[in-house]
């Protein structure tokens, strides 16, 4: 990792569903009480900064608005922390800092800010952004290996701190720019992505007024956790119930991409908190915000309106009707209003695209059959009655996830044979073939044009045939199978997807995984580490162990669950790579002076080590080809699964 780190963490938007992260954190005092649930997601704007390590905790800056001011402390728990009870802004800072060096053994750093455009106390998250940034030098710098998640969860114990009294929602910046839809039940956060289908015009605009966010928190907060008259239960109807129905329509309008009643719904949902939330606190009557939503000029170009944060006359929110529309918008405010604005166009979020399919090995356990026939063009008999390559089954699978780019690794002088299968069937031929196998042709013809190949020349271990596709990725997250295993799921989705979406969740590399024998784990791939959902399914690794003895299994790979103390997990068959791995195995190529096998293995260990990585139990079977009797088992099998 470099000495020197640059760094950039946005501010957010909420959508949708401020106030609700703290309100439903009292649900630890009054279970009656409806979890709260928001929308957010980054904007363009944000905090940029330079940070390496230091004995002491620095942070400086050359910007106007820093007048020179500089902030330095040791890294010493309660020093930190009165800092951080003087409130501003190095009270975030020290906050994160204090919550920092009291959970892990680390030194300080040095943080230099070098651009900041993020307006200050204007319901963006400011103090959320500089506290993820901190949570995330240290993590960086430091190899603490925490997630998206646990930066988030360091940022907020590290703000709260402040005289600030912020709730989850804020740190959600953490995740950059993505939509993301988030449920706070007590202490509990469930996080999950939101997918945008069509593109949304957003104006935020400071309203170049003043409101107290302290006080507007501290009133409504008096209705929590029991509600003591009309406009406390109100509040808590607003923030729980209605909140909730808001929040499960606008899922519902951003996925099928209707953004004219996703503006209608945002102000609705204004009018309904002006009802019954606005009555607690003066502060809320905010004439200037209410000035510009009743503004009939201000109609014309948007679909709906809300205010931002901590609602008050801080900043508004527009959804415009298209992107001209977001641009007179602006201009109308600026030149009529006097209103400074910026623009947040939130673009469909695309998903893992890539694929990487090694096949270039020549099969010598299934030898004599791969003297004429590739491993990957074994024939399997899959549900649908039809008798299919293994390679096909694989490939199905990969559409079905909506994989776009397809890269096969294969050996040299083997082009042809693959030409050979996705070329179309003659006219006679293909009109010989009875609907279903006419509709498969078509398949394979479509899928065709997905795939690149790469030449894997010299055969240096699955580490250097993934490298060989660098090109092919670039810097985007890919997906990696075995070309020797096809899957079965247990759910609606099939194992692809189920490991795109826990990537799209937690933004790491994620490694398949699945239970197996305690005796078997001499011959696998063995990860270890500790559970991050309820239902026992992700792992954040702290261990990847390739073929481990059975002693140092027992002793180190154990991986309990609240039904079984013993547990071993194996690679599945599927990985999610990013960028980090190119860098890793490349170095591992040109030092290999011994020209042995590049396993890939090392460097996954490697990457987990420096950023993390996730480990997911499939729901779902994993069949093996590339032993006679896997294979053997695999076609009498697979079809009934």
């Not at 995740?175 to 509990?188: A, E, V, Y």
């Not at 329509?249 to 102000?267: P, Q, R, W």
Request: hydrophobic letters at 35%; a negative charge; proline letters at 3%.
């Amino acid at each position: 990792m470099k000495d020197r780190i640059e760094l950039f963490v946005p501010g957010r938007l909420c959508i949708i569903g401020e106030h609700s992260d703290w309100a439903g954190v009292n649900r630890l005092s009054n279970a009656a009480i409806i979890p709260g649930m928001a929308i957010a997601t980054g904007i363009e704007q944000g905090i940029y900064a330079t940070v390496e390590k230091a004995d002491n905790f620095i942070v400086v800056s050359d910007l106007s608005c820093f007048n020179g001011r500089s902030f330095e402390c040791e890294m010493d728990v309660k020093k930190l922390n009165k800092v951080a009870c003087e409130g501003g802004f190095f009270s975030y800072v020290a906050g994160v800092a204090s919550c920092i060096v009291e959970h892990y053994k680390v030194k300080g750093i040095k943080v230099d800010i070098t651009d900041m455009d993020l307006p200050i106390k204007k319901g963006l998250s400011s103090s959320a952004a500089i506290c993820v940034l901190i949570a995330r030098a240290f993590n960086k710098l430091y190899y603490l290996n925490l997630d998206v998640t646990e930066e988030m969860n360091i940022a907020y114990l590290g703000e709260i701190r402040t005289p600030s009294r912020c709730g989850k929602l804020d740190q959600v910046c953490a995740f950059g720019k993505n939509l993301i839809c988030m449920k706070f039940d007590g202490n509990d956060i469930d996080i999950k992505p939101i997918e945008l289908k069509k593109s949304l015009y957003w104006v935020v605009t400071n309203l170049n007024a003043s409101k107290n966010t302290v006080k507007i928190l501290a009133d409504l907060n008096k209705a929590y956790p029991f509600a003591k008259n009309d406009i406390h239960k109100n509040v808590q109807e607003a923030l729980g119930a209605d909140n909730k129905k808001y929040i499960e329509k606008a899922i519902s309008y951003i996925e099928n991409g209707e953004a004219d009643k996703l503006g209608k719904l945002l102000t609705e949902y204004q009018n309904n908190f002006d009802s019954k939330v606005a009555p607690a606190c003066s502060e809320l009557a905010a004439p200037v915000l209410h000035s510009i939503l009743n503004d009939s000029k201000v109609k014309e170009y948007t679909y709906g309106a809300k205010g931002v944060g901590s609602q008050g006359d801080g900043s508004v929110q527009f959804l415009a009707k298209d992107e001209i529309s977001q641009q007179e918008l602006v201009e109308y405010l600026k030149n009529e209003k006097g209103l400074d604005s910026f623009l947040l166009t939130s673009h469909p979020e695309k998903k893992i695209k890539k694929a990487i399919i090694p096949v270039a090995g020549f099969g010598t356990r299934l030898f004599p059959a791969t003297k004429s026939l590739k491993k990957s063009f074994l024939p399997v008999l899959d549900k649908d009655g039809q008798l299919k390559p293994v390679l096909a089954i694989l490939l199905e699978q990969l559409d079905k996830a909506g994989i776009e780019k397809i890269c096969l690794v294969i050996g040299e002088d083997e082009k042809t044979i693959y030409d050979e299968f996705f070329k179309p069937l003659p006219k006679d031929h293909y009109e010989k073939l009875p609907n279903n196998a006419k509709e498969y042709e078509d398949f394979i013809d479509k899928v065709s044009k997905k795939i690149t190949y790469v030449v894997q020349s010299e055969r240096k271990g699955f580490g250097h045939a993934v490298y060989l596709c660098k090109d092919f990725v670039s810097d985007d997250p890919v997906l990696l199978l075995l070309g020797d295993m096809i899957y079965t799921s247990d759910t609606v989705d099939n194992c692809t997807s189920q490991i795109i979406n826990v990537y799209e969740k937690y933004r790491m590399p994620v490694i398949s995984m699945h239970r197996i024998n305690k005796d078997d784990v001499i011959h696998y791939g063995i990860m270890h580490g500790k559970w991050l959902d309820k239902e026992e399914t992700v792992l954040k690794l702290d261990e990847i162990k390739e073929k481990p003895a059975l002693d140092y299994a027992e002793n180190k790979l154990n991986v309990g669950t609240s039904k079984d103390k013993e547990n071993y997990y194996a690679v599945f068959g599927q990985y999610v790579l990013t960028k980090e791995i190119f860098s890793v195995l490349k170095r591992n190529i040109e030092n290999n002076l011994e020209n042995g096998e590049i396993q890939l293995t090392d460097a996954l260990e490697e990457v987990r080590g420096s950023i993390g990585t996730i480990g997911y139990v499939v729901s779902g079977k994993s069949y093996d080809v590339g032993l006679p009797d896997k294979y053997y088992e695999t076609f009498i099998n697979f079809k009934n699964k």
